[in-house]
C-alpha cells in the first residue's frame, strides 16, 4: 500500500467521522440530512477509489471498485445539488424542476451502469497494471450529468448568496468556494483525466474532497448554530483513535501489538472523559445562555411594565390636577367671603377640606414630577433668586395648616440676603415637601424654620419635635415609594412616599443636597437642603452642574 493511498483511505475514513458527528449533532434539517447522505457518498466514492488503485490483483475487485467510484461520484454531486436547495433555506420556488433535474439524471446513470454502456471493457496486465477502457458516447453522458448536477448547485448557491443579507452571505460563501476548490481538481483528476486513459492521480481524488467536506461542515455550524466545541472535540478525538487503531494492526510483534493495544485502551476511556467533561461544560454554558435570554426578555417586560405605569401615572396626573386646582379656588374664595358670609362650624369644615385637597395636589404634583423625571422631561427655568423670601413664602402657606394641628411654627429669618440660581417653582416645592412632612409627623410641640449661609452654601434647615427616625431608616427615606412608620405613634399620613424622593432629584440637578438628621424615635429630626451661592455660579446642567 502506497503513502498516497494510505492518506486517502484516511480521508475517507475523515468524511464518514465528521459527517456522522454533524448529523448526530444537528437537529435533522432538510440541509443537514443532504449534509449527512454527501458524506456517505464522499466515503463510499473513497473507498471504492481505495479498491481501485490498491495492489490487489483481483479482476473482481478492481471491477466492483470502478462501478462503485462512478456511482458514488455521481451521488456525491446529486447530494450536493439538493443541498443547495435547502441551504441556508429553502426557497419559496417549486420543487418540480430540482426532481425533475433528479429524475433525468438517475435514470440516465442507472441506465448506463446496468447496460455497460460506460464501460467497454477491465483487465490487468502481466505488470500489474490496472486499466478501464471507456465507452466514449456513454462516458460523455456521464460527464455531463455529473457537470450539471456541479454547475446547478453552484448556479443555486451564487443566486442565494446574492439575495442574502450581509449577517447571511458568510456560511454560503463557505459552500461556494469550498465546493469549487474541492469539486474542480477532483472532477479533473477522476473524471477528464481517467477519459484520456491517465490514472496517475486517480487515487488524489478522495484527498482533494476533504475541503469540500469541512467547508460544508463549517458553513452547517455558522447556520444553525451547532456547538463547535463539541464537534471539534469528538472529531479530533475519532481521528486520534482511528490512527492508534492502525497502529495497532500494523504492529510487526507481539510485544508491539499488546502495547498499541494497551494506548488505544487508555486514549479510548481518556477521550470519553473528556468528551463527557465537555458536554457537561457546553450543557451548563448553554442552561446559562437561557437564562441569561429569559432574563433579557423579563427586563424587556419590566421596563415595558414601567413605562406602561408611568404613561397612566403621568395622564391621571394631568387629569386630576385640573379639577383639584378649580376646587382649590372655588373653597379659598367661599372661605374669604365671596359668596356671602359663612358660619363657624362650616368655614372649619371647610379648611379641613382646603387642607385635604392641597396634600391631594401635592400627591398629584409629585407624580407628575416623578414622571417627567423618570422620561427626562423635567425642564428648569434657573433664575438667582433670595432663598429666605421663597422659604417664607411656603412657611406662610403652611401655617394655616400647622395651627390647625396647634403646632408652633417658629421662622427664624437671616439678617442678610442668601442668593442662589435655582428654579424658582420647583425650590419652592422641595420646600414645600420638607414642611409638610414636618407638621405630618408632629402630634404637638414646634416646627423650626432657619435660613444660614454654611461656608460657600445656603442651608435651609427644618426642625420639628415629632416622632423622630432611627439611623436605620434615614437612609430609607429619599427613595422611591417609602414610607417610615415606627414607634407607637397614631398619627395616620397619606402619600405613596414620592415626595422626598422627588425632592432630592431635584436638588441634585441643581448641584445640591438633601438629606435628614435625628436623634432616634421620639426626639424629632431635621431636614436640610444645602444649595451653593449664586456666586459660585452653578451652571444651568443637571446633576453634573458645575462651581465656578
Avoid at 204 to 230: D, Q
Avoid at 435 to 441: P, S, W
Wanted: charged share 20%; with cysteine.
Amino acid at each position: 500500500m502506497t503513502f498516497i493511498n494510505i492518506v486517502a483511505l484516511t480521508v475517507t475514513a475523515i468524511y464518514l467521522m465528521l459527517g456522522g458527528i454533524v448529523y448526530a449533532h444537528s437537529r435533522r434539517q432538510m440541509s443537514e440530512i443532504f449534509f449527512g447522505l454527501l458524506s456517505l457518498c464522499l466515503t463510499a466514492w473513497g473507498l471504492a477509489t481505495f479498491l481501485t488503485v490498491s495492489t490487489s490483483q483481483s479482476a473482481l475487485l478492481f471491477k466492483i471498485g470502478i462501478y462503485a467510484h462512478y456511482v458514488a461520484g455521481n451521488l456525491i454531486f446529486l447530494s450536493f445539488f439538493w443541498f443547495s436547495v435547502y441551504f441556508p433555506e429553502r426557497t419559496k420556488r417549486s420543487l418540480i424542476l430540482p426532481l425533475l433535474i433528479t429524475l433525468i439524471d438517475s435514470v440516465i446513470i442507472f441506465a448506463l451502469i446496468l447496460s455497460n454502456f460506460l464501460f467497454t471493457s477491465f483487465f490487468i496486465d502481466l505488470a500489474n497494471q490496472k486499466q478501464v477502457i471507456f465507452n466514449n458516447i456513454g462516458y460523455t453522458l456521464y460527464t455531463l450529468c455529473t457537470l450539471a448536477l456541479f454547475v446547478a448547485g453552484t448556479i443555486i448557491l451564487f443566486k442565494k448568496y446574492k439575495r442574502q443579507h450581509d449577517a447571511n452571505k458568510i456560511p454560503i460563501l463557505y459552500v461556494f468556494f469550498g465546493s469549487i476548490m474541492a469539486s474542480v481538481p477532483a472532477l479533473i483528476s477522476n473524471l477528464i483525466l481517467p477519459a484520456f486513459g491517465q490514472f496517475t492521480f486517480f487515487a488524489m481524488g478522495p484527498i482533494f474532497g476533504i475541503f469540500f467536506v469541512i467547508c460544508i461542515a463549517y458553513a452547517v455550524f455558522k447556520h444553525n448554530l451547532l456547538n463547535v466545541k463539541i464537534v471539534a472535540t469528538e472529531f479530533f478525538v475519532s481521528l486520534i483513535i482511528l490512527i492508534l487503531v492502525i497502529e495497532v494492526f500494523s504492529a510487526n510483534s507481539i510485544l508491539e501489538f499488546v502495547i498499541k493495544t494497551i494506548t488505544l485502551a487508555a486514549v479510548s476511556i481518556l477521550s470519553y472523559l473528556i468528551i463527557r467533561s465537555v458536554l457537561k461544560e457546553v450543557q451548563i454554558r448553554e442552561q446559562i445562555e437561557q437564562l441569561a435570554g429569559d432574563l433579557e426578555k423579563a427586563n424587556e417586560e419590566l421596563a415595558r411594565i414601567n413605562q406602561a405605569k408611568s404613561d397612566f401615572i403621568s395622564m391621571a396626573s394631568h387629569q386630576l390636577k385640573t379639577p383639584l386646582s378649580i376646587i382649590k379656588g372655588y373653597i379659598s374664595m367661599t372661605l374669604e367671603g365671596s359668596f356671602g358670609k359663612i358660619t363657624k362650624m362650616t368655614k372649619d369644615q371647610l379648611e379641613k377640606v382646603f387642607i385635604s385637597n392641597e396634600r391631594l395636589i401635592s400627591l398629584v404634583e409629585d407624580l407628575l414630577n416623578l414622571s417627567r423625571v423618570e422620561e427626562g422631561r423635567m425642564k428648569y427655568d434657573w433664575s438667582e433668586e433670595n432663598i429666605p423670601d421663597i422659604v417664607q413664602e411656603t412657611v406662610e402657606e403652611v401655617r394655616v395648616t400647622a395651627e390647625h394641628k396647634h403646632i408652633k411654627l417658629i421662622w427664624k429669618s437671616p439678617t442678610e440676603k442668601l442668593r442662589a440660581r435655582v428654579d424658582l417653582n420647583k425650590i419652592r416645592n422641595v420646600i414645600f415637601n420638607m414642611l409638610d412632612n414636618a407638621i405630618k409627623y408632629t402630634e404637638k410641640g414646634s416646627i423650626t424654620v432657619a435660613v444660614t449661609r454654611h461656608d460657600t452654601a445656603i442651608r435651609v434647615s427644618v426642625t420639628d419635635t415629632g416622632r423622630g427616625i432611627s439611623a436605620p431608616q434615614i437612609q430609607k427615606l429619599f427613595t422611591k415609594f417609602t414610607r417610615i412608620v415606627e414607634g407607637k405613634s397614631n398619627l395616620t399620613t397619606a402619600g405613596f412616599g414620592l415626595g422626598l424622593y422627588v425632592a432630592r432629584l431635584i436638588v441634585e440637578e441643581h448641584g445640591g443636597r438633601i438629606w435628614a438628621e435625628s436623634a432616634g424615635i421620639g426626639k424629632g429630626s431635621t431636614f436640610i437642603l444645602e444649595l451653593s451661592t449664586a456666586n459660585q455660579g452653578i451652571e444651568k446642567g443637571g446633576k453634573n452642574a458645575i462651581l465656578k
